[in-house]
Every structure is written in C-alpha cells, then in structure tokens.
C-alpha cells in the first residue's frame, strides 16, 4: 500500500483530483469509481476546476457510484444520485446516461444489484476507485462484518453509521437502515483504488486499515490485498500511524526517484 501523508484536507483534495484527472488525461474513456460523503467534496471541487482551467473532457469517461441508500429516489435531497448531480456532473461535460449510481427505490432489489454488477464488467471494469472511509472502518456500505468477498448487495446499515450520516437528513429517524453497496470483492476488483480520509475522527479506522489486522471487522483492512491502493490522509487521520515516518520517507524517496528518471 501506498500511504500518503499530506499537511492538511485541502492538500488531500487537490492530490485527489490530480490523481483522476491524470487517469482521465491518460485514457480519455475511462471508468471511475466514485463516492460520496463529505470527504470527497474538496477533490470534486478540484476536478472541476481541472476541467474548467485545462478543458479537460469526461465525454467519453463513466463512473460507477459505491453505494446508495434504499429506499430513496433519485430526486430525494439526501440521495446519493441526488449528490453527485449536484456536487460533480453538472459541472462536467459527463452525459448522465454515463454515470451509475444504484436506484435505491427500485422494486427489484436482487435485479438491481445484478445488473450494477453486469454494468461495471460491460464497462472493461473500474479503473480506479475512489473511497472513504466510515469511522467504523466501512467502504462504501460495507459495514464490519462484510464479506471480505461479497458483491453489490443490500446491506444493513450500523447505528453509528446513521449516526455519522444523520447531519445530512432532517432527523435521525429519517436516515434509511439499509443501503444498496458494491460489496469488498467488488470494490477489490478496481484496477487502482484511492481512499481518502481527514480529521482525527477517522485515525483509528485509518491505524487499523494500515496497520491492523486483515479483518471482516474492518472492512477497509481488505485493501491490503489491493496490488494497487494508495490510502491518502492529512495529518490529523494519520495521527495514530504507528509507521508514519516510514510512509512519509517512503514518498520521498518515490518523488525523487521520479524526478531522476
Ligand atoms: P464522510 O463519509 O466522508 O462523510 O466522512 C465517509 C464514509 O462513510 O465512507
């Protein structure tokens, strides 16, 4: 794993954005595994600059979302389809038709989760994956317990993750209990994956992703198996690294020898 430690969100951000933007640039049809929250804002925010300042195009490129809340419809204010229209895609030159959220209000769940699955393989698979991470250590919905293996499915949502979630609803009893979501084995399947976290809130999740064990119980410690995963923190998520010093002087050294070449 790839773990870089940046001063602060914004610096997490820009080096978010640039990451994608470098892929969208190399291969103009690519396919990008996007994710909500709030941890993704700043690197959307990037990325449409990059695509204002430098005429960068996503005409050709399609993105397929980790998850979406059950239940909700996409013009729900809380939906996840509802959040990247409003905070990516209308500033893109993306056509909608070439983004992919789950439908949480389908009336065939287990046909829905297939289908996201078939729409991913169709696509020649996800090029790269973007992914928070929860303070429990979930990605995309994958709470503890996940299926190191499992596929898009439905997935009951933990207390604290309604919890963490309830600020963007009206009140805790309107936070859905259940979510559609990649599984792990979906997620593992992208060819590169970037997880990023801020704030001191997500140390933990982050020590035990990095440096704990390979556990079902902390379903982001399953990007150990990645060959292609950069986990990308601020100081304050990387503030219970126990290696920090190696992965900071790791990135040295990857910076210089790119320099050389
Ligand atoms: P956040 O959510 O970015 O809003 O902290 C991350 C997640 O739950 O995956």
């Not at 954005?17 to 941890?39: C, F, H, M, N, Y």
């Amino acid at each position: 794993m790839r773990i870089v430690i940046l001063p602060d969100a914004a610096d997490v951000a820009c080096f978010a954005a640039q990451e994608l933007a470098g892929i969208v640039r190399g291969k103009p049809d690519a396919v990008l595994g996007l994710a909500t929250g709030s941890t993704p804002l700043g690197t959307y925010r990037h990325l449409i600059e990059v695509h204002q300042a430098e005429k960068l195009s996503f005409r050709r490129v399609q993105t397929f979302n980790l998850d979406e809340y059950l239940g909700l419809s996409s013009n729900h204010p809380a939906s996840y389809r509802h959040f990247m229209n409003e905070h990516l895609f209308r500033f893109l030159d993306i056509p909608l038709e070439q983004t992919f959220v789950p439908r949480g209000d389908t009336s065939d769940v287990e046909g829905e989760c297939q289908a996201y699955e078939r729409r991913i393989v169709e696509a020649g698979g996800i090029d790269c994956q973007l992914l928070g991470i929860g303070s429990d250590g979930h990605i995309g919905f994958n709470e503890p317990g996940s299926s190191l293996a499992s596929r898009t499915r439905v997935k009951t949502l933990a207390e604290r993750t309604r919890l963490d979630n309830a600020r963007f609803f009206a009140s805790l009893d309107e936070v859905p209990t259940a979510a559609i979501t990649m599984g792990i084995g979906t997620i593992l399947e992208a060819r590169q994956v970037l997880l990023l976290a801020t704030g001191q809130g997500k140390a933990e999740a982050i020590r035990e992703a990095v440096e704990g064990p390979l556990s079902s119980s902390l379903p982001a410690s399953a990007l150990q198996l990645h060959p292609s995963a950069t986990i990308v923190v601020d100081e304050g998520a990387a503030c219970r690294l126990q290696r920090a010093d190696y992965y900071r002087l790791a990135e040295q050294q990857r910076r210089r020898l790119r320099k050389e070449a």
